[in-house]
Structure formats: structure tokens, C-alpha cells
């Protein structure tokens, strides 16, 4: 005790080594935001080039829906960072869906799949919006009917899969594949873990500080992928139960939802699984009032009584999450 | 023989023989010297050339890494070994000169920096163009670090070896003329006719050497205008001479290579500058869809609630009107959903045309009649009184063609309720022009109309994909025909279709445009 007094001691004596450790905190801090640089792929599923791009002509492809008019990327649109900009997206039945589409972006990292994770693979969750009437309402014998009978398909899973060739496992396994390539860009807060000190403006470093610091996002929103792939409470106005579906019994799943990825967030508006928060001044206003008070709420979210400069720092550095390019090519559908 | 003579024959006969002496050793001297010349300058060629080689296969496999990356289309394994490996090994290849040609420690050190940076691009290549298996795919981030890292490593090399090379060739020909300065001098000490004789010899032998050098130097900067005396001398500078001049010929060789390189990455850098621009009016196309695709289901959904709220008090006129406008919008929808892929059928250069005897007057009056009727807002006056009644075309590529003129005059004349549509014959064509009183395209715009997802200025605010006149333009291409176009903005437009009356015997026509 003594020791760690002395030590503040000299610490608050000479501010210059002070402000040296704060540098070193902060470097540390970067280091916990550094980008992997590698896709991990499934035992099960691995990578090829040609496996990737038939799943991406089939998440393009609106002949896996019953009346061939929505494909996957009709409600994860690349242009919205793979989501769509209303509040939920709209299904073949022409009614709106309970949630949000999620981003779909660096989906290889998550673990959990859906808003409540009731999902663990992404094959076997790429067949329930086929499937479902609301969404794509598709059924796979007619799905594979028709596949069958454009010669290209057929001949690349013939080639992919010399086994099975066409068949509801290879389609998912195909778009599956596609989906874990997704991966957010590089963007101006990752030149600046790199080590581009000019990458982010002041307010944006004001930010980050505040992110990690007084606004507490960083115990959810963690690393660079900004998500924990756990489900929290945070106090949003909300029917929906969420997690609570899956786990009846824990007090804490109720309006437990699953921790969404912070990138491309200007893309993505509106925000939340309801899509019921409209800009991203909307989200942090709901932080710093922390939300509806009942038993689930996550003991993480309080009120944070953040300042006005300290809000418009951290919505200045979830911009910074957004790279500048997005090139998403189409695929040339066969016929 | 007097003394004296035999003393100038001796003098003489002397003179020369110490004269011939000497001028064997400045022959040896010469010799030497040319020898490393043209070792060095040698070196010195393929060093420049394997550098050339490392970024022709470079540049290979980075375009092919592009095409499999965009996933746009297929392809397929065989079609990547066949290009990847050969290309791989003479990029091996030209390391493996470079490191047998090195110039300079500079250079020595440039290669091991090269070799790792290889190391790590070939290896994410290789895994993304699934060669190499792995359950780690490289990001593009860190695919595109190594292959910047090493795209600049082969710039700098390229730089070092040609400059290295100059400098070598010059510090050789700077060591032959000073060896040679020496020999002279003793030569001119020992004796001075014999020195005599042998400067007449050494001239003969060293101004062609020199010559050599200096033309050697020339080609290094790359002037490859330079001539050659004396190439047939049977003699070793004979030899040199022609040495020498097959340089020249690789060199000549190279230069129009390095043309050919610059020219491919012009042509690069140009598609790259197309694709970019494509993947613009793309993401522009993919919103624009998914919110054509939302109006009319608004549109659709707002009727029907209104039909079911109200069930018990409509009228049947009121019915009508509903389902008349939920039939609207599914038309529309319809209509985008086909388009979409018509333009994927175009995409694959599988849009094809069946032409036969139609009746084409009767065809084209009933388009207006049908469309007329579909319009609320807009009146179509038309005069066909000049169209042949026979044509040999495809009835539904026309129909396609017409209607989507029409509606588009329509589209783009709000509140402007005249549309004329006329037809006639002139010079061997049928022309049918349809022309509105609208908003008109901007002069800057017009060149660009037919182009795939492109909108016009002017068509802000308005829906539509950007898909219907390119296809049009394609469908009177693939009748041999044309389509002519006159604007201004704020006046209107005048779109007129142009048919041989000869008609189009071809059916398919190739299709170059891709994604």
C-alpha cells in the first residue's frame, strides 16, 4: 500500500511520466483493436475459390425463393452494409418481418447466429429465410428443380460436389462459404491501431477514449470485431423477448439480444433488432439514460450521464469505423 | 649492303621486331580488357532482362488473382493452374537469374527482400486461388499488403538493375582506355618506329574497341539506333563487334516488350478506372432496385388494408379501383424483375433475337392502342400510315422496344401529356420515331444514355433502373438497326428507331460487356 502510494506519489509529481504511461495505456488499448488477417474457415467447410463464388450466384439469385422475387441480398443489401435502411425488411408475403435484418459483415467471426443466437452454423441458418414463409418462402425440391435445369449450376456442384451434386446441404454449404468471405473494410480507425496517427481527427481519439472509458461500450462492443457474440438487456423499448425464448428459466435472457458489430455503422441506419432507433444520436441517448429499468437489464448499462462534447466525440469515432470504399462486384447469374 | 643501310635495315628490321613485341602485348592488353567488357556488359543485359521478366509474371498472376477474387463468374481450377503455374515458375525464374546477374551489394540486398516478400504473396495467392489448401483465407487487406509490398520491391529492382547496369558498363570502358593509355606510353618510350607500327596496329584494334564501349553505353540508356563497323572482321574484335550487335537485337527485342508492358498496364489501369466506375453505377443500380422494389409494395400493401378495413362498405367500382392499382404495381414489379434478368441473359451474351414475317403496321398499332390505354395521364397520337405491313423481325423484341420507348416518354414527361409517335420509310429503312415534350436529357448525358445503369441529370427523383435503354439499344442492334436520339433539356425528346428494311438475318450476336 505504501509502496502504490509513493508511486502515485512521483507519478502525480512529474506529469511528464505520467502522461508517459497514459501513452503506454493507450498503445495497450490499440493493441486489444488489431484486425486478424486471416478468415478462419470450418474443418468441414473449407475454402475454394469456386465454392465461394457459386454461393455468392445463389445469395444472389432470387430463383431460391418460391416466387422468384427476393434473394438474400434483398434484405442484407451490400449497399446497407448488408442490411436493408427501413425498420424491418419486408419478406414475399409482403409484411414486414419482427426484426432487423443483421449485417452480415465479418459473419465468420460470429459465433451465434440470429438476433438470439438460435442458430450455431451459418449452413444450417441459411436455410430457415429459404424456407420460411415470410421470408423467401422457397422449398427445396422445386429450389433444386430449377437449379437442375440451368446447365452452369448444374455442372459446378456436379464439379464441387461429385457426390451429391445438387442437393439442399450443398446449396447451404455453397452460400455459407460465400458469406464467411464478407469482411468489413479496412477503415480509418484501423490505419490508426496500425500505427497512422493521422488517420483519425481529435475528436475521433476523444472518442475512443470515451468509448473504452466513462461511455463503457467496450465491455459489450469488444475488439475489433466491436461484438462479444453475447446477449445483453440494454434497456430498449422492446416486445420481443429475444434470448428469453431460448432460455426460459434465466432471468437475464429476457430482451437479451445478440451484441451486433459496430462496423460500417453509417451505413446500417436504423439501428437495434427492431430497427426502432433511428440515428446513431438515438443510440447513444438511450445509453446515457440507460434505458428502461426492469430485471433483466444488463448490470453493465446505468446511466451515464456522458457530457454534450463527450457524445458528439463517440459518434464522431463510430464513424471511424466505416471505410471509405466498399466494392461489392455482381455476379453474372446463369440462365 | 652499306653499313649504314644494313644499319637502318637492322634499326629497322629492330624497330619493327621490338614494335611487333610490343604490339602483341597491347593486342593481349586489348583483348583482356574487351573480355571483361563484354562479361560485364552481359551481365549487365540480364540483369535488366530478368527484372523485366519478375514484373510481366507478376503482373500475370495479380490479374488472375483479380478475376478469381470479384467472383463474378466461374473459374475454374484448371483455367487458374494453367495460368498460374507457368507464370509462377518464370517468375522463379528470373530470381533465380537475378541472383546468378547480381550488379551491386545494393542489389544482392534487394533480392533477399525480394524473396521473402515472394515467400508471403505467393502463398496468399495460392491459398485464394485455392492451389494451396488452408482453413486461414488471407483477408484482402492482408493480400493486398503483399502484394503492394512486393509490387514495390520489383519497381525499385527494375530501377536498380538498369541503373547498375550503366554504371558498370562505364566504369568498364573507363578501365579499357586506361590499361591502354599505359601500353601506349611504354611503346612510345621503347621505340619510336616500331611504336610507330604499333600504333597504326593499336589504333586499328582500339578505336573500334572504344567505339564498342561507347555504343555499349549507348544501348544501356536505351538508344538502339547505334551501327557496327567492321562485324565481318574474321578477328576476335570481329567476334566483339558481333557479340555486341546481338545485344543490340535483345535489346531492341526488350524495348518493344517494355512497350507491350506499358501498354498492358495502360490497359489496365484503364479497366480498373471502367470497373471502378461500373461498381459505382452497380451500388447506384442495387439501391435504386431495392427501392423500385419497395414503391410498389407500399403501394400494394396500403390498397390491400385499405380493401381489408373497409370490406363491408366498398362498392364495386371502389374494388376496382383498388385491385386495378395493386395490379399496377405488380406490374411493375414484374416488369423490374424481368428486366433484371434480361440484362443477367445480355450479361452472359445469350440475348438473341428470332426474326420472321410479322405483321408490322398491325403490330405497332397495337402497342399504341394497348399502351394508350394503359396511361392515365399521357395521350399517344400516332401516325403509322407509312409502315410496311410485312417486316421480317421478332414481333416481341419490337414490342419490347416500342413499349419501352413509349414508357419512358411517358415517365419522363410528367405533366406533359403529349406523345407522338410516327413512322415512315426513307433510304432503305423503317423509321419509327417517339417524341415527348418532358424533361429532355442534358447535352453531357446524351452520349452516355445507352449505357448500362446509367440516369440521366435530369431523371432525379424518378424511378427506374437504368436497364431498359441499354437493352433497347441491344435488341435494334440485333436487328442490324439503330437508334437515334435527339434532346434538349427542358424541350423533350425524340427517340427514332431505324430498321434496314432488309432485315437482320443474324440471330445472336457476340456481347462484349461484362460486370
Request: proline share 4%; with cysteine.
Amino acid at each position: 500500500m505504501q509502496k502504490f502510494l509513493t508511486g502515485l506519489f512521483f507519478l502525480t509529481l512529474f506529469g511528464l511520466s505520467s502522461s508517459n504511461l497514459l501513452a503506454q495505456e493507450s498503445e495497450q488499448l490499440k493493441q486489444q483493436y488489431k484486425r486478424p488477417l486471416e478468415i478462419p474457415f470450418p474443418v468441414n467447410a473449407p475454402y475454394s475459390p469456386q465454392l465461394a463464388t457459386l454461393g455468392k450466384m445463389l445469395f444472389f439469385d432470387p430463383r431460391l425463393s418460391g416466387n422468384k422475387d427476393l434473394n438474400c441480398a434483398s434484405c442484407h443489401n451490400p449497399s446497407f452494409g448488408y442490411e436493408v435502411p427501413i425498420k424491418t425488411p419486408i419478406g414475399t408475403t409482403k409484411t414486414p418481418l419482427d426484426r432487423q435484418a443483421p449485417t452480415l459483415l465479418n459473419i465468420a467471426w460470429v459465433t451465434s447466429l440470429f438476433w438470439d443466437g438460435r442458430a450455431l452454423t451459418l449452413e444450417k441458418q441459411a436455410e430457415g429465410p429459404i424456407t420460411a414463409k415470410v421470408e423467401m418462402a422457397g422449398k427445396f425440391d422445386i429450389i433444386i428443380e430449377r437449379l437442375e435445369e440451368i446447365s452452369e449450376y448444374e455442372k459446378w456442384f456436379k464439379k464441387l460436389f461429385p457426390q451429391k451434386g445438387i442437393a439442399k446441404d450443398t446449396i447451404l454449404t455453397a452460400i455459407a462459404t460465400y458469406e464467411r468471405t464478407i469482411v468489413s473494410e479496412w477503415a480509418p480507425f484501423d490505419r490508426w491501431v496500425e500505427g497512422d496517427e493521422a488517420a483519425l481527427s481529435p475528436a475521433q481519439k476523444r472518442g475512443f477514449e470515451v468509448f473504452n472509458g466513462p461511455g463503457k461500450c467496450a465491455s459489450c462492443h469488444t475488439g475489433w470485431l466491436f461484438a462479444d457474440n453475447q446477449f445483453h438487456d440494454i434497456g430498449l423499448s422492446t416486445t420481443d423477448i429475444g434470448r428469453g425464448k431460448i432460455e426460459p428459466n434465466n432471468v437475464f435472457a429476457q430482451h437479451g439480444f445478440k451484441t451486433p458489430t459496430l462496423r460500417e455503422l453509417t451505413h446500417r441506419a436504423p439501428y437495434m433488432h427492431n430497427g426502432s432507433l433511428t440515428t446513431l444520436q438515438d443510440v447513444i441517448e438511450l445509453y446515457n439514460s440507460g434505458g428502461i429499468k426492469r430485471i433483466s437489464r444488463s448490470p453493465l448499462i446505468t446511466p451515464l450521464n456522458l457530457s454534450k462534447q463527450q457524445k458528439s466525440d463517440l459518434i464522431a469515432f463510430l464513424k471511424s469505423l466505416t471505410a471509405e470504399r466498399n466494392n461489392v462486384t455482381m455476379p453474372i447469374l446463369p440462365n | 649492303m652499306t653499313s649504314m643501310s644494313r644499319k637502318i635495315f637492322i634499326s629497322i628490321v629492330g624497330s619493327l621486331f621490338l614494335g611487333l613485341l610490343l604490339s602483341v602485348l597491347v593486342l593481349h592488353q586489348a583483348q583482356k580488357g574487351n573480355n571483361t567488357t563484354v562479361e560485364v556488359t552481359r551481365k549487365a543485359f540480364k540483369a535488366v532482362e530478368y527484372s523485366q521478366d519478375l514484373r510481366k509474371n507478376f503482373l500475370i498472376i495479380e490479374r488472375l488473382d483479380k478475376r478469381v477474387l470479384a467472383m463474378s463468374s466461374f473459374v475454374s481450377h484448371e483455367e487458374i493452374v494453367s495460368i498460374f503455374n507457368p507464370a509462377k515458375q518464370q517468375f522463379m525464374k528470373a530470381i533465380t537469374g537475378l541472383k546468378q546477374n547480381i550488379l551491386s551489394p545494393k542489389m544482392a540486398h534487394m533480392i533477399e527482400k525480394l524473396e521473402t516478400a515472394k515467400d508471403i504473396w505467393l502463398k496468399d495467392s495460392e491459398i485464394l486461388l485455392g492451389l494451396k489448401p488452408s482453413f486461414f483465407i488471407p483477408t484482402m487487406e492482408k493480400y493486398n499488403r503483399s502484394k503492394n509490398n512486393l509490387a514495390t520491391l520489383i519497381n525499385e529492382m527494375q530501377k536498380l538493375a538498369a541503373n547498375d547496369a550503366t554504371w558498370i558498363s562505364r566504369k568498364a570502358q573507363a578501365d579499357v582506355s586506361s590499361s591502354l593509355f599505359t601500353t601506349f606510353s611504354i611503346a612510345m618510350l621503347a621505340a619510336l618506329a616500331g611504336s610507330f607500327a604499333a600504333y597504326l596496329l593499336a589504333r586499328g584494334l582500339s578505336k573500334p574497341l572504344v567505339n564498342l564501349v561507347a555504343t555499349a553505353e549507348q544501348l544501356v540508356t536505351g538508344d538502339t539506333s547505334v551501327k557496327f563497323a567492321q562485324a565481318d572482321r574474321k578477328d576476335e574484335i570481329g567476334a566483339v563487334v558481333r557479340a555486341v550487335a546481338n545485344f543490340r537485337d535483345g535489346i531492341i527485342q526488350k524495348l518493344s516488350l517494355q512497350e507491350q508492358l506499358a501498354e498492358q498496364a495502360e490497359a489496365l489501369q484503364e479497366a480498373l478506372a471502367q470497373e471502378k466506375h461500373l461498381n459505382k453505377l452497380q451500388r447506384e443500380f442495387v439501391s435504386m432496385a431495392s427501392h423500385e422494389f419497395r414503391t410498389p409494395l407500399a403501394i400494394i400493401d396500403s390498397s390491400a388494408r385499405r380493401l381489408e378495413k373497409r370490406k363491408d362498405k366498398l362498392t364495386p367500382q371502389d374494388i376496382e379501383t383498388r385491385t386495378d392499382k395493386i395490379r399496377n404495381a405488380v406490374s411493375r414489379m414484374m416488369t423490374l424483375v424481368e428486366s433484371t434478368l434480361d440484362a443477367a441473359k445480355a450479361d452472359n451474351g445469350k440475348l438473341s433475337i428470332n426474326p420472321k414475317e410479322t405483321k408490322f403496321k398491325d403490330l405497332v398499332d397495337h402497342i399504341c392502342e394497348r399502351q394508350n390505354d394503359l396511361y392515365t395521364t399521357h395521350n399517344i397520337s400516332s401516325d403509322t400510315q407509312g409502315l410496311p405491313s410485312n417486316l421480317n423481325v421478332d414481333g416481341s423484341a419490337i414490342d419490347q422496344v416500342i413499349t419501352n420507348l413509349l414508357s419512358n416518354a411517358v415517365k419522363y414527361a410528367p405533366g406533359c401529356p403529349d406523345i407522338f409517335l410516327k413512322g415512315w420509310q426513307e433510304q432503305g429503312q423503317v423509321r419509327i420515331s417517339v417524341q415527348d415534350f418532358g424533361l429532355g436529357i442534358d447535352e453531357d448525358d446524351l452520349p452516355k444514355v445507352f449505357g448500362r445503369f446509367f440516369r440521366a441529370k435530369t431523371s432525379t427523383g424518378i424511378p427506374g433502373t437504368g436497364i431498359g435503354l441499354n437493352l433497347v439499344n441491344q435488341l435494334v442492334e440485333l436487328h442490324g438497326g439503330i437508334i437515334e436520339l435527339e434532346s434538349k433539356a427542358g424541350v423533350g425528346s425524340t427517340f427514332t428507331l431505324c430498321l434496314p428494311i432488309e432485315a437482320a438475318q443474324s440471330q445472336e450476336q457476340p456481347l462484349n460487356f461484362a460486370i
